[in-house]
Each structure stands twice: as structure tokens, then as C-alpha cells.
């Protein structure tokens, strides 16, 4: 059994996950039809639960000291501990490698880089999402963020035309991402054909959250969907097709 760990509680659904890099690990295991279930964790029960199964630290704090994030794994059948969503993928395509493979061999270091501007360009969009994951954090996760980072300012408010410009500079950035495609056809993943890879996972699992924040009938969402000439929409679509197997 995996047992893949979030942060939580929150008002995210669990099939969507309450973090994007967690979203890119329930998307993969989705695809692969690979059960799982999810255990959600406090900010400062990361750290301790990691420990416990001897998950490593994913990156270091500004004193060096190692720093544990989620996602992170256990697999029982293995025994195994993995942290971070990419090197997650990794090892599931070399477990079960009867599943179909996220990273086929040859295409990690450009899954990565494409992971990174993806990433990027995400960062624009963080004006008019920052409020809205705040509204879906529970009290007690936000309490627990306090003892492990402090006092979180709270995203400074903007005006219906700031908010504008923002979703605007959203699709102008994602519509770079179309050079990306430039092999693909008329296919939805960056890798052509009717198989996604991770880097489709990353794109998905960052753009859905205003499908779930803002609602699907949002005119933020219907103007997300048309995004890279409809391709954001169509790729959502397929990705979240992938029922997950029930335990």
C-alpha cells in the first residue's frame, strides 16, 4: 500500500490534493491505476512524521539544517520512504514498471527544466491565487504554519483592475508555453501522442487549483480553459479522467 502525505486539513477534495506538488504525485498514481491513500499532516508535523519513516529532507533552511516538505511517500510493499513529486515519479516507474512510465528514459533533464518555467510562470498568477488557497486553508493548518514559520502576512488586497492585469499577464505567460508544443500536434500533452509525462502532471496540477478555488462556472475558469489556444483546458480535462483506485 502507498501512503502519500499532504498538508491538511483543508477544504481541498482529496482527489485534488492542498498542494500542487502533492496534486503532481496523486496524478501520476491516478494514471498509473496504483491505489494510494492520503494522510494529511500539520506544518509541524511534517518535519517528525518524515523522520519516522526515514523520508529525506527535500531542501535546507537558511541556517543549512535540512528541511522535510510534502509530498512524500511510504510504500509498504517495499519498505521504501521516497520525498519530492519528481524523484516520486522516478521511482514508481521503476517499481511497477507494468504501469506506463511518466519519465520515459532519456527525458528527466527536459521534464525538469520544463517543470522550472512552468513553475515560473505560475508565480504571476499568485496575486489573485494567494487569497483564495488562504480562504481554503482550515484554522488549525494556518495555526500550525505559525509555530513553524511565524506570523504569514496576509496577500495585500488589489483593485478589479490589477486583478485584470494579473489574469491577463496569465495567459500572455502560458501562451509561451505553446513553443513548448511545437512537436506535439494537435495533441494535449507536451510529448504529443495520447500519453501523458510528468511535466504534463506539473501543468495540470498548477492550473487546476482555480478550477477548484474560483468554481468551474467562474468566469476565471472559462477564461482559463481557452488559455494556449484551448490546450490548458483540454489537458485539465484528460488529466483529472483518470479515476483513482479505490483502497
Known amino acids: 500500500m502507498i501512503t502519500l502525505y499532504d498538508m491538511g486539513p483543508s477544504s481541498f477534495p482529496e482527489s485534488m490534493g492542498g498542494s500542487p506538488h502533492v496534486r503532481k504525485v496523486i496524478f501520476t498514481l491516478n494514471y498509473k491505476s496504483l491505489p494510494f ?104 493548518l494556518i495555526e500550525s504554519r505559525r509555530k513553524v514559520y511565524g506570523e504569514v502576512l496576509k496577500p495585500p488586497k488589489i483593485s478589479e483592475e490589477e486583478e485584470r492585469a494579473v489574469w491577463e499577464s496569465g495567459r500572455k ?37 482555480i478550477k477548484v478555488m474560483f468554481g468551474e462556472e467562474s468566469e476565471e475558469w472559462r477564461d482559463v480553459v481557452g488559455w494556449n489556444e484551448g490546450r490548458i483546458g483540454r489537458l485539465v480535462e484528460k488529466v483529472l479522467g483518470y479515476p483513482k483506485v479505490e483502497v
Not at 531542501?59 to 522535510?68: A, E, L, N
Not at 525538469?112 to 483564495?132: A, E, H, I, N, Y
Not at 508555453?177 to 498548477?206: C, E, K, Q
Open 37 to 140: 491513500k492520503i494522510t494529511t499532516l500539520h506544518f509541524d508535523s511534517i518535519e517528525p512524521t518524515a523522520k519516522s519513516l526515514n523520508a529525506p529532507p527535500t531542501t535546507t533552511k537558511p541556517d543549512g539544517s535540512p528541511k522535510y516538505t510534502v509530498p512524500f511517500i511510504h510504500d509498504t510493499r517495499t519498505g521504501k520512504s521516497i520525498s519530492d513529486s519528481f524523484l516520486i515519479a522516478e521511482y514508481l516507474d521503476k517499481t511497477y514498471p507494468d504501469t506506463p512510465a511518466v519519465v520515459p528514459k532519456g527525458t528527466g533533464t527536459l521534464q525538469l527544466v520544463f517543470t522550472d518555467v512552468v513553475q515560473r510562470k505560475m508565480m504571476c498568477l499568485m496575486p489573485v491565487l494567494m487569497p483564495k488557497y488562504e480562504e481554503w486553508c482550515s484554522e488549525e
Open 173 to 209: 505567460t502560458f501562451g509561451e508555453l505553446a513553443a513548448a508544443y511545437v512537436h506535439s500536434g494537435n495533441s494535449v500533452f507536451v510529448m504529443g501522442g495520447d500519453r501523458p509525462v510528468f511535466a504534463d502532471f506539473v501543468v495540470a496540477s498548477m492550473v487546476v487549483a
